[in-house]
């Protein structure tokens, strides 16, 4: 339990009460009370998940009987907190009234009445009204996702949800009342808001005091032990070279935090987002009040390589569509990097079917997909010539992608990365680096020229390839001539016109964004590095009309051609 939460015993410490907290099994069922109806609450962290069970009834039974009351957000009797969720706007009309909807929207026949909606996902005060609609009801019920549509072979009883995610906001004031002033948060005579020193708060002072004076002795007795173990870490090589680097750097945005500070932040690292090959991501909260991603590098990763470019990459980037670094921690063996929180993950989730049974008969819409498309391609075309220096990412994967609470998408990752001189066009590298599947064939066989930014190209195009569902990136071999590595039947149905039967799909706008996507992957994914287009160009692409788009000449490698093996090949070239 904490902040703005509180229990029944305690009304006063939160904004919101939440009933069976006092009960000593940590299974107990946990309830809150909103317009007089009860609700068992699933997962209580930044999102309250809670669930309707009259709601889960009808969905369960396939009843029509969902789609007949409006869903509105949950009351708050506190000034200081917001608590929305993500509606779908539904329009349930008599069928012998003939309705004709607007474009955009799916009309569904389940029920007796015909029940049109629309794929734009909002909150109760964003619905817009529709003239067509004005003899129809309107219903507002929530969702399991936004940015998520049903399929075709879906239905609405699989789009709606009873186990709802509510996003809970405190007033940055009132956050920072508490989680700096450690007061509380009221409302004066006339209704402006003020901190409120707590009754005890002396008293509390005066324990602290007391527990410092005590305990002094105690660090004292430990402070030798601690000053070996601190001079012992400082002469290692590795930590030696990171120190040097972040002096010589600095005026880095990112703040630097000692490891008690994270461990705080994470409540000793009790919640795991995820798990990477550099480490585990944790998540966090800053005294502000905002939530944050803290990323623990692996010890096995001991030449510091991977925490330098990381720290060294994002603290010269500003932009929409790269993730931010927060801060940093850098103490004895522990090298920890913290981002700015993203709170639908990373792209591979929304994939990856199989790895979330939920979203079976759930996807992205093919607009939000091209939205991720364009928003990668312009943070790519920003590393490569948005910065004072050229920055080679060298890992874009679904993975690397993460997506903010509009699925606006941000690239991430970046221990793999090269800074390099803008005027440079190639550039000399020992290993190749990067993800099988997503590697470039320069990074592998030396006659295809020397490695640049055009790898990062063909790393977009097979991501891309992957979000459409056009090919499957999970076999973990290097394959170049095999139907894994390149799927030759999608130039037969671009040649022949032919659809894409991809689930997004549901209107002319949608097959020709993904036709659009498609020929430009194509293009990115060309063997020879100087066939790729640039970035910059890819992003012209995208945006241009699809009549302006040739169809790419198929890429082909010989199965003949020699291979050797990542860790020891030698990848060598003239220059980035």
Not at 10 to 31: E, S
Not at 194 to 220: D, M, P
Not at 270 to 287: A, D, M, N
Not at 498 to 508: A, D, M, P
């Amino acid at each position: 339990m904490h902040f703005p939460y509180t229990d029944t015993k305690h009304p006063q410490c939160g904004l919101l009460v939440i009933h069976g907290c006092g009960d000593r099994d940590p299974d107990a069922i946990k309830t809150i009370k909103n317009k007089g109806a009860w609700f068992y609450i699933t997962r209580e962290h930044d999102t309250i998940l809670f669930r309707d069970d009259d709601l889960r009834t009808l969905l369960l039974s396939r009843r029509c009987g969902v789609f007949g009351n409006n869903y509105t957000s949950l009351d708050t009797t506190s000034p200081f907190l917001s608590i929305r969720f993500f509606n779908v706007t539904l329009f349930r009309c008599n069928r012998t009234l003939g309705v004709t909807p607007p474009s955009m929207f799916y009309k569904s026949t389940t029920c007796p009445d015909d029940i049109f909606y629309d794929t734009a996902n909002n909150t109760e005060d964003e619905s817009v009204d529709y003239v067509e609609f004005e003899a129809c009801s309107r219903v507002l019920l929530p969702i399991r996702d936004a940015g998520l549509v049903p399929s075709p072979d879906g239905s609405l009883f699989d789009y709606v949800s009873a186990d709802i995610p509510v996003q809970v906001e405190v007033a940055p004031q009132c956050s920072s009342c508490y989680y700096l002033s450690g007061g509380q948060c009221q409302l004066d005579n006339q209704g402006k808001f003020f901190c409120a020193q707590g009754k005890g708060s002396k008293k509390v002072k005066i324990v602290v005091a007391a527990a410092s004076v005590g305990g002094a002795l105690a660090v004292l007795m430990v402070l030798a032990c601690i000053l070996r173990r601190y001079y012992s870490h400082k002469e290692n090589p590795t930590y030696m070279m990171i120190e040097n680097f972040l002096k010589q750097h600095g005026h880095l945005s990112a703040k630097r935090y000692s490891y008690q500070e994270v461990k705080k932040m994470t409540n000793s690292l009790r919640y795991k987002l995820g798990q990477g090959g550099y480490g585990s991501v944790y998540k966090g909260r800053l005294q502000n009040g905002s939530f944050v991603a803290v990323k623990i590098l692996s010890k096995l990763k001991g030449d510091g390589e991977e925490f330098i470019n990381e720290v060294a990459s994002i603290s010269m980037t500003s932009h929409v569509n790269i993730v931010s670094l927060l801060g940093f921690c850098l103490e004895g063996s522990k090298r920890v990097l913290i981002y700015e929180y993203m709170p639908n993950g990373s792209l591979e989730k929304f994939i990856y079917e199989e790895k979330d049974p939920l979203m079976l008969k759930l996807t992205l819409n093919c607009r939000t997909l091209y939205n991720i498309a364009i928003g990668v391609a312009r943070g790519l075309e920003y590393l490569h010539k948005g910065c004072n220096t050229k920055i080679l990412h060298f890992d874009i994967k679904p993975h690397n992608i993460l997506l903010d609470e509009l699925f606006c998408p941000k690239i991430s990752d970046f221990g793999l990365a090269k800074i390099c001189p803008k005027e440079k066009s190639t550039i000399s590298m020992i290993a190749a680096r990067g993800t099988i599947g997503y590697i470039a064939p320069e990074l592998f066989y030396r006659n295809f020229g020397g490695v640049s930014h055009k790898s990062d190209v063909y790393s977009f195009g097979m991501m891309v390839l992957e979000m459409l569902g056009a090919r499957e990136n999970t076999n973990g071999r290097l394959d170049f001539s095999s139907e894994n590595y390149f799927p030759h039947w999608i130039y037969s149905h671009l040649e022949l016109n032919q659809e894409f039967q991809l689930r997004c799909i549901q209107n002319q706008s949608d097959k020709e964004m993904v036709r659009k996507m498609t020929i430009v992957s194509l293009w990115c994914i060309q063997t020879e590095p100087s066939n790729r287009p640039a970035m910059s160009k890819v992003v012209e692409m995208m945006e241009g009309s699809i009549s302006s788009l040739q169809i790419p000449p198929k890429p082909f490698l010989s199965s003949s051609m020699p291979y050797s093996s990542p860790e020891s090949q030698t990848i060598e070239s003239h220059s980035c």
